[in-house]
Nanobody, 114 residues
Framework: VQLQASGGGLVQAGGSLRLSCAASGSDISIFVMSWYRQAPGKQREFVAA???????SYLDSVKGRFIISRDNAKNMVYLQMSSLKPEDTAVYYC?????????WGKGTLVTVSS
C-alpha cells in the first residue's frame, strides 16, 4: 500500500479536522503530495498540493481555511481543515506524484453537518 489516508469523520459546521496521509514505498521528499476530494454525485476535484520545495496551492474555496503540510522524515502529509462547511463533505484522497509516477490512496470520509 503506497498511501493511507486517515482522520476523517463527522464534524459540525465551523469545526476542524486534520487529515493524515501515511506514505510508503519511497521517500516522499521528491514527490508532489496532494489532496483531492469527491462529493456524492460529483467528480473528483483538486483540494491542495505541496511540492517537493514545500510550495503550496489550494482550491479557491478552501483558501484561508485549509493548510497542507508535509513531514518528509515521517513520510507523512497532512491537511488541516478549519471552518468546515457542509459543502466540504466528501471522500478525501491523498495523491503522490512526479514525472512518470502517480499513486492514489483509499479515501477517508469527511462529513460536515449543518
Amino acid at each position: 500500500v503506497q498511501l493511507q489516508a486517515s482522520g476523517g469523520g463527522l464534524v459540525q459546521a465551523g469545526g476542524s479536522l486534520r487529515l493524515s496521509c501515511a506514505a510508503s514505498g519511497s521517500d516522499i521528499s521528491i514527490f508532489v503530495m496532494s489532496w483531492y476530494r469527491q462529493a456524492p454525485g460529483k467528480q473528483r476535484e483538486f483540494v491542495a498540493a505541496i511540492s517537493s520545495a514545500s510550495t503550496t496551492s489550494y482550491l479557491d474555496s478552501v483558501k484561508g481555511r485549509f493548510i497542507i503540510s508535509r513531514d518528509n522524515a515521517k513520510n507523512m502529509v497532512y491537511l488541516q481543515m478549519s471552518s468546515l462547511k457542509p459543502e466540504d463533505t466528501a471522500v478525501y484522497y491523498c495523491r503522490k506524484s512526479r514525472a512518470g509516477m502517480d499513486y492514489w490512496g483509499k479515501g477517508t470520509l469527511v462529513t460536515v453537518s449543518s
